[in-house]
Antibody, heavy 121, light 109 residues
Framework: QVQLQESGPGLVKPSQTLSLTCTVSGGSISSGSYYWSWIRQPAGKGLEWIGRIYTSGSTNYSPSLKSRVTISLDTSKNHFSLKLSSVTAADTAMYYC?????????????WGQGTLVTVSS | SYVLTQPPSVSVAPGKTARIPCGGNGIGSKSVHWYQQKPGQAPVLVIYSDNDRPSGIPERFSGSNSGNTATLAISRVEAGDEADYYCQVWDYSSDHLYVFGTGTTVTVL
């Protein structure tokens, strides 16, 4: 049973870069059968897909965040990372990492517990 | 971009059936997934590909999808089913790729 765990600073200053890591256990991030994604949820609001990365390093990002987002992976550490630049209060949210099958019609079948990031000076 | 619309809330008495609609243009031609999110917890997949249940999800959870509406049904509702529920599809026609519904809070009376 694969498990995902987010980690990173819980507080980021406005205009700085938010950096989070998702460590995967119980399975290899290099398996080739999955994409690895980031999803966020502001308090009291819905889920927003941020982006995904494949084992090849190929990425796709939400158009609304594309200019500020970078997702990368480190197969030697079995983890993948999110960087979101020039953050504002609007980026305050719970951030989840999740696994999704390589076919577009596949669901997000495993999620991390989430990590709360607050943007404030 | 593709939009999925859900009612903000649904109330149901214990033992009855809750039905949560998810509206989207031509959603019947897409594969719909449903997630349950309890307060303070991460979402959990309860239905995938319209009407398949992951291992460990009770048979009380079922789904349907036709035309412009997909529906999650929870039969014999229990207090433990109180949660937010989100539908989700893959929008291959745009760069948004993964689209979530607006979410529905199910309250057990």
């Amino acid at each position: 049973q694969v498990q995902l765990q987010e980690s990173g600073p819980g507080l980021v200053k406005p205009s700085q870069t938010l950096s989070l890591t998702c460590t995967v256990s119980g399975g290899s991030i290099s398996s080739g059968s999955y994409y690895w994604s980031w999803i966020r949820q502001p308090a009291g609001k819905g889920l927003e897909w941020i982006g995904r990365i494949y084992t090849s390093g190929s990425t796709n990002y939400s158009p609304s965040l594309k200019s500020r987002v970078t997702i990368s992976l480190d197969t030697s550490k079995n983890h993948f990372s999110l960087k979101l630049s020039s953050v504002t209060a609007a980026d305050t949210a719970m951030y989840y990492c999740a696994r999704v099958g390589q076919h577009g019609f596949n669901p997000f079948d495993s999620w991390g517990q989430g990590t709360l990031v607050t943007v404030s000076s | 971009s593709y939009v999925l619309t859900q009612p903000p809330s649904v109330s149901v008495a214990p033992g009855k059936t809750a039905r949560i609609p998810c509206g989207g243009n031509g959603i019947g031609s897409k594969s719909v997934h449903w997630y349950q999110q309890k307060p303070g917890q991460a979402p959990v997949l309860v239905i995938y590909s319209d009407n398949d249940r992951p291992s460990g999800i009770p048979e009380r959870f079922s789904g349907s999808n036709s035309g412009n509406t997909a529906t999650l049904a929870i039969s014999r509702v229990e207090a433990g089913d109180e949660a937010d529920y989100y539908c989700q599809v893959w929008d291959y026609s745009s760069d948004h790729l993964y689209v979530f519904g607006t979410g529905t809070t199910v309250t057990v009376l």
